[in-house]
Each structure stands twice: as C-alpha cells, then as structure tokens.
C-alpha cells in the first residue's frame, strides 16, 4: 500500500465486495452465453467491468491465465471454462473481502456447473504493480476496469509487471475506460471518481504508446464503445466528457525494427487492373479483396498516393487477420 488513493480504492471495493453494486463501473454489453455455462446470478451482480476481457481464439490449448482485480469472479470463471485444470487461472486482488467474495461465488458456480471445480482458480492477495508470479510464466494476462484507476506511474509498473510475467508471444488482453476530452484536474485528482473508473482515463493513442513503451510489439483493438457522460450539473467541469471502453489485446511479440504493429481496425482495398498488388514489403493485396492492415502499413501505403488502393479509417473492431 504505498499511496493513498489505494485506501481509497480499496475502501471502494471492500463496500461493492460485502454489498454487491449493480451498475458499479459495468456496461450493459451482453455476457458470454456458452454452451453448459450456467453463471451464478451473483457474479452478474458484482460484473464490474466495463467489456470483456474473454476471447474464445485467445484460449486455444488450455492456457495458464492471469487474471488482475478479481472482482466477483465471473471473468476467473469464464476463463476457468477454457483451461478446465486445477490452478489454471490465477486470479489476484488487493481487497480481502473481494478474494472472499470471488472464492464464495466460485463455490456456487461448483454447483451449478458440473464441469467446473472452484480449484481450477487459484485466489491470491497481491498487488498489481507487485504481482506475487514468476518471470515468463504466463500464456494469457487480464485486467478489466482496473488499470484506469491508477495514475501514470503506477500504470506503467502494472503494464511493466504483466510484460514481465508473460511468456514470449503471450497475450495481455484489457478492457478500460477511454477518452479523447480533456479531464480536469479536480476530476483527474479525485480519488473516488478514480477508484469507480470514471475519472482516471487517459486518450486512446497514450493507452496504446504506454503498452507499446512496455515492449509488446503488437496491439489490438478489438472494440470500443460508448460509457459514461460525466456532464457540467453533476461533476466538476465546464465541458461534457465522453468516455468510451475498450478491449485491447497487447501481444509479447518482439517489437518489429521499424516500430510495433498496432491494429486500429484499418482495411485495404486493391481495385487497380491487375489481379493483386504487392507493395514489396510483405503485403499482397488482392483484387477487391479487404486486408486488415496495421496503422503503420495503412501509413506507408498512403504514402504511395496510388489511386486504386482505399484505405478504411480505424473501425476500433480489429478480429484477426491481415498483414504483419
Ligand atoms: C472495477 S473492479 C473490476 C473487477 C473485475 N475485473 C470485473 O470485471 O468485474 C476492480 C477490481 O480490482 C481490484 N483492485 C483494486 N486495486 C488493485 C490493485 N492495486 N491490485 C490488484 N487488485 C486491485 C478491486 O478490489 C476490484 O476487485
């Protein structure tokens, strides 16, 4: 516990761990239905996360899980539907009565799911900027609604903490608050709107240069969508903020000579004379065929001004595929 907006958070989460907060940062978007899944209505109770942080193609081949700020397990649980092994997924969390909540709620998925064992998760208390794990020990790494909360300096030591217990190719997948309006300092430096992740968001591109800054040579941006309106009659500022969530997948991929290749939701289109277009740097572009490219590629083929490629702006809906 090193700085006092942690009381705060933790303070927070002790209330929404012993009395559960429906609407406490969580959107409305659809929770996974899968097939022999039956989640407790507790855990609906307590989502509070702001997307989804579960992607059936990140959990091929049972993985080992890491799982940042338990909440009331339901994210533990899903990934638990995966790996199906004792201690598969780690989950670890600062607040107690949060990792007693999440242990109570996996003992009642037990019942409902005959599949499931409440020892596939592995609770641990921890910090995120201290995780309690190995060097290089981890397949896939996640944190939901959590890492808005902490100021620049703490961010960088989570992301800096979850590059480092990731094995190489190994993905960190996240789900937080965005926004492009200004802040002000009153809401940035309030420790309770922090702690119920609405005043801690940074811009889009600074998420993505803090994780690319880490090291991950690859990043996605599977979603974005709209949040919360923190508006003049109910919070300090003159201006309305838009704040969106997203869901991102940060790859330990080798960071590439020429800068990371970040999936922004950009397509390419070929409509020349000939069957394809090969730009002679590993990208070929087929008749009228779409291509996901990166930022970078879609930057070097404007570069070329050719008439007959378009190239989509960001979709912020980024499924696979593509160049790089
Ligand atoms: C907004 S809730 C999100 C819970 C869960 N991820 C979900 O989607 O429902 C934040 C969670 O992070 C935990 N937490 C807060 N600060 C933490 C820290 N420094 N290290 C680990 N967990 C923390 C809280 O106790 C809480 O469970």
Not at 54 to 69: A, E, F, I, W
Not at 218 to 235: F, M
Request: aromatic residues 8%; proline residues 6%; hydrophobic residues 35%.
């Amino acid at each position: 516990m090193e700085k006092s907006y942690l009381d705060t958070t933790v303070n927070v989460y002790k209330e929404a761990a012993l009395k559960p907060d429906v609407g406490l940062c969580c959107t409305t978007t659809p929770v996974w239905v899968l097939p022999e899944l039956e989640m407790p209505s507790i855990m609906l109770e307590m989502n509070y996360g702001c997307g989804s942080t579960v992607h059936p193609r990140d959990l091929v081949n049972s993985p080992t899980v890491l799982y940042v700020g338990v909440g009331g397990g339901m994210e533990v649980f899903q990934f638990a539907y995966f790996s199906r092994r004792k201690g598969a997924v780690i989950g670890i969390d600062v607040v107690d009565e949060m990792l007693e909540a999440c242990q109570n709620n996996l003992k009642e998925a037990e019942k409902l799911n005959p599949w499931f064992q409440a020892d596939f998760v592995d609770l641990r208390k921890g910090d995120a900027i201290h995780l309690p794990i190995e060097d290089e020990s981890i397949d896939v790494a996640a944190q939901n609604c959590l890492f808005n909360i902490f100021e620049k300096e703490e961010l960088k030591k989570a992301i800096a903490e979850m590059y480092r217990v990731l094995k190489l190719n190994g993905r960190l997948i996240l789900s937080d608050p965005v926004t492009e309006d200004p802040m002000p300092e009153s809401l940035r430096n309030d420790e309770k709107l922090r702690a119920l992740c609405l005043s801690g968001s940074l811009p889009l591109d600074e998420y993505i240069k803090m994780l690319t800054d880490a090291g991950f040579g690859t990043v996605e941006i599977r979603a974005k969508r709209p949040y919360r309106i923190l508006d003049p009659k109910h919070y300090e500022t003159d201006k309305t903020i838009y704040l969106e969530s997203v869901e991102v997948c940060a790859i330990k991929d080798p960071m590439p000579e020429d800068g990371p290749c970040v999936f922004t939701g950009k397509t390419a289109i070929y409509y020349g004379d000939e069957d394809f277009f090969d730009d002679g740097a590993g990208h070929i572009l087929l008749n009228n065929q779409p291509i996901a490219i990166c930022d970078k590629t879609a930057k070097k083929l404007a570069s070329l001004k050719k008439d007959d490629i378009f190239i989509s702006p960001s979709t912020y809906f980024y499924d696979g595929g593509g160049c790089c």
